[in-house]
């Protein structure tokens, strides 16, 4: 866990009363924090971990995620049967599609190119969503405060479960494309976006650190996710709003008149993490892309806390 | 059973467990839920804490266990602060509020796991055997692997119970623990307060079956409207509420005559039954009055007030929902 966590000031919910009784209380209640052992720490981190996984809503939306891998393979190799090539090469279909039958590893870059606009950040938003609000609705958040977790703990905890399993989601996408690509089409060597020729094993190391920018590009919506779950004592309101904004989000840069507000929609540069197949890698829009993550954390996080360590719980 | 040296550091109003001045909270819709509530619990004590649906029972143990942010007044837990000791005071702490909260695709024994790593205290090394002693305690040990959704309504308030008692507590605040459970569950789960106050922890007990309250209960307070209506030992609250002389007779008239004579008050008739304020004398002699007048008695006796009556009487409502 982090620094933050042992701010005393976490469970200082706004109290004007008994100033100075409070200041000892945060005194001790530091010396407190300080004796417990990071072991002890992270038990609540890996046991939300494990609960999440256990859930069947995250293996059916982790299903869904592997699930489209396939279909985007057979269906290129049905289109493709008679040797011609997927989106006749005019770039019609998702990034890099014309390029499967050439190299499995394609699909790769394809399957996250397709699942990045709305399967994958879909899929945080109900992870995020549900994270809080879920809690208070089922009342188990009561019980979990009063062991205590601490209400900055178990924030934090949330918000790291639903960064991993953007990783764990972004990884599922990928293995799974690796999987059906090895088995659809031919591996081996394969041409940048800028034309020179790369190694087979280097190819794998690009399509890793893309599915590491991709598991970052969801930084924001599950911030954002997590700040509406503070907001409500309804898991599937909190899920409804956040893929609501998604959806809005994704209309409103579509947009062009809207150019002015583009550049600050958590979406706007996801899809530059087909900059790593160019030679050099062209790092500008990643950049961007990785900042404005950032931000969203930053500003949504600090909302969040804000909004659950003085929220009366009454559920 | 106080901590003195955490007496000490912060020397509170007395030495209860549980010490609220003042405590208020109104709602954002400008409802008063909690009106100046003065309430002690001596440590040590079982105390029974009673109130009509709706009379803000649930809001103070809210308040008291850092969930509620009070509007004004002071709450001390343990002799500690609350909210702002929450992390310190609630690992000493097992609660039970508004009834067991549980992960249905989880196993009664994962709930409980889960529950305990939420504990930045408890030690991750004797979680298992903490765990498997809590379940043995409730009687759920056969359950244990069972999922929490199919666990009937009694066997989810003992899991309920079960997590509150994961740990050694110096303070449990348990909301109507035996609610859903059986007659002979009820008796376990008295027997099992009993228990655990006999090793020194206070108990601290919502409930609305009142003889519960006068069986196992040493103190009680009476909530309404959101006000403290009356705290203090149970046998003093039932008897706050003198007990009535019960004469049971064929000759009613005479015998209204006759405790007159002996200095009773408030004699009131009813076919058979002639009750009254009991004289400041032997009531041997009120008897042996009662006999040498001729009166036929077929039974003589002094009706202690239950606490119920007690109940009624104070809030004036019986169990109605405030309005």
Not at chain 1, 209 to 216: H, R, S, T
Not at chain 1, 238 to 261: E, N, R, S, Y
Not at chain 2, 49 to 75: C, D, H, Q, V
Request: glycine share 10%; charged share 20%; net charge neutral.
């Amino acid at each position: 866990m982090s620094r933050a966590d042992l701010d005393p000031a976490q469970e200082g919910t706004g109290g004007t009363a008994q100033e100075s009784a409070g200041r000892t209380a945060r005194t001790t209640q530091e010396s407190t924090e300080q004796r417990i052992p990071l072991a002890r720490r992270g038990s609540l981190l890996l046991n939300e971990l494990r609960t999440t996984l256990r859930r069947w809503r995250t293996l059916a939306l982790l299903g869904v995620l592997a699930a489209v891998p396939v279909l985007v393979g057979i269906a290129v190799r049905i289109e493709t049967g008679d040797g011609g090539s997927a989106g006749g090469g005019t770039g019609e279909g998702p990034a890099f599609i014309s390029q499967i039958t050439n190299n499995g590893l394609f699909l790769v870059f394809t399957a996250l190119a397709a699942t990045l606009p709305f399967f994958l950040p879909m899929a945080v938003g109900v992870i995020a969503g549900d994270a809080i609000a879920g809690e208070a609705g089922a009342g188990t958040l009561r019980y979990l405060l009063v062991a205590p977790a601490g209400r900055t703990r178990l924030l934090l905890t949330k918000y790291a479960t639903t960064m991993a399993f953007c990783l764990l989601a972004t990884l599922v996408v990928a293995v799974s494309a690796l999987t059906v690509g090895a088995l659809l089409f031919p591996l081996g060597e394969l041409t940048t976006i800028s034309g020179t020729r790369i190694s087979f094993t280097e190819g794998l190391g690009r399509a890793l650190l893309i599915a590491l920018v991709v598991a970052a590009s969801l930084t924001g919506v599950a911030a954002l996710g997590l700040f509406v779950s503070t907001l409500t004592n309804s898991g599937i309101a909190a899920m409804a709003t956040t893929v609501g904004l998604l959806i809005t989000v994704q209309i409103l840069d579509q947009i062009p008149q809207l150019d002015a507000i583009h550049p600050y929609l958590f979406s706007h540069h996801w899809l530059s993490f087909a900059d790593l197949m160019r030679e050099p890698v062209y790092w500008d829009d990643l950049v961007k892309n990785l900042g404005l993550q950032a931000l969203y954390a930053a500003v949504f996080g600090s909302a969040a806390w804000a909004r659950f360590t003085t929220k009366d719980i009454t559920t | 059973m106080t901590d003195t040296s955490a007496a000490e550091r912060e020397p509170g109003p007395g030495d209860g467990a549980i010490v609220t001045r003042g405590l208020t909270k109104r709602y954002r819709g400008g409802q008063l839920a909690v009106d100046g509530l003065d309430l002690t619990v001596p440590a040590g004590s079982v105390f029974g804490f009673l109130g009509p649906n709706g009379s803000g029972k649930t809001t103070t143990i809210r308040m008291l266990m850092g969930l509620i942010e009070p509007t004004s007044g002071t709450a001390r837990v343990l002799g500690r602060p609350m909210p702002r000791a929450t992390l310190a005071v609630l690992p000493q702490v097992g609660a039970l509020i508004e009834g067991p909260a549980l992960y249905g695709f989880l196993s009664g024994r994962d709930n409980l796991l889960r529950y305990d790593a939420a504990d930045p205290i408890a030690d991750p090394r004797t979680r298992r055997a903490r765990v498997a002693a809590a379940l043995d305690r409730v009687g759920l040990t056969a359950a244990a692997g069972k999922k929490a959704k199919a666990y009937s309504l009694g066997m989810k308030q003992r899991l309920g119970l079960a997590a509150a008692l994961l740990q050694p507590r110096r303070l449990l605040v348990l909301d109507e623990p035996t609610n859903g459970l059986d007659p002979q569950g009820m008796r376990e789960i008295r027997s099992l307060i009993r228990e655990l106050a006999s090793d020194g922890t206070t108990v601290f007990l919502s409930s609305h079956l009142l003889d519960e309250i006068e069986q196992v209960c040493t103190h009680a307070a009476v909530m309404a409207q959101g006000r403290l209506v009356t705290q203090g030992a149970v046998a003093d609250l039932a008897a706050g509420t003198r007990g009535r002389l019960v004469v049971t007779t064929p000759d009613p008239a005479d015998a209204a005559r006759v405790l007159k004579e002996q200095g009773a008050a408030d004699v009131v008739v009813t076919e058979d039954r002639v009750t009254a304020e009991p004289p400041e004398r032997d009531l041997a002699e009120v008897n042996a009055a009662l006999v040498t007048a001729g009166v036929r008695v077929r039974g003589f006796g002094v009706e202690r007030a239950s606490l119920e009556e007690a109940f009624v009487a104070l809030t004036g409502e019986g169990f109605d929902v405030a309005g």
